[in-house]
């Protein structure tokens, strides 16, 4: 290929969304965009074009993002990760599966805890840290292909730490 003509003003985001995920999408949701030069920005677009058939070698189907706000070192061909918003929830936090401490031998989201650092002045505090307490959290929606779990209860501003 010699080259590529492309308008930068009216750039969209070739993506690709899984065969199992294709019931949870439809044009006009919210995606979120972060690119792999400006990693931590986030650009909102949204879920234009389904491509309706799927590439039988990938069985994923090909979409197309149109973003909000086009920055300018944006060029053609450039990588990014993409997250379709499916469903909004209050006050839900996403967290690791490892800094989830359940009971032995089970999954129960009523038994569920996680580490936080309890608020703590003075000066022992400057010198050995707040101390953590384990707060009963309740789960949702766990996602183990990509390491998170929902997570509500976990007060906003909390620090999480791993498991003792």
Known sequence: ?????????????RATVAEEDMPKISEGQQVIVRFNAESEKIFMGT????VPQMDSD???????????????????GMSCET???IEKKQNAMLLP????????????????????AEPCT????????????KKTV??????????VVEVYGV???????YPQ
């Open 83 to 85: 997250n379709i918003i």
């Open 47 to 50: 879920l234009g074009k389904i």
């Open 1 to 13: 290929m010699l080259f590529v003509v492309a308008n930068e003003k009216s750039l969209r985001v």
């Open 155 to 161: 007060p906003l501003g909390a620090q999480v730490f």
């Open 122 to 133: 003075g000066l022992l505090c400057k010198w050995i840290g707040s101390p953590l307490v």
């Open 58 to 76: 990938t069985k994923s189907f090909r979409v197309y993002i149109d973003l909000k706000d086009i920055p300018s070192w944006l060029r053609s």
């Open 138 to 147: 309740r789960l949702g929606i766990m996602d183990k292909s990509n390491g």
């Open 97 to 116: 599966l490892e800094v989830i401490d359940l009971p032995q031998g089970g999954a129960s989201s009523k038994e569920a805890g996680v580490y936080i």
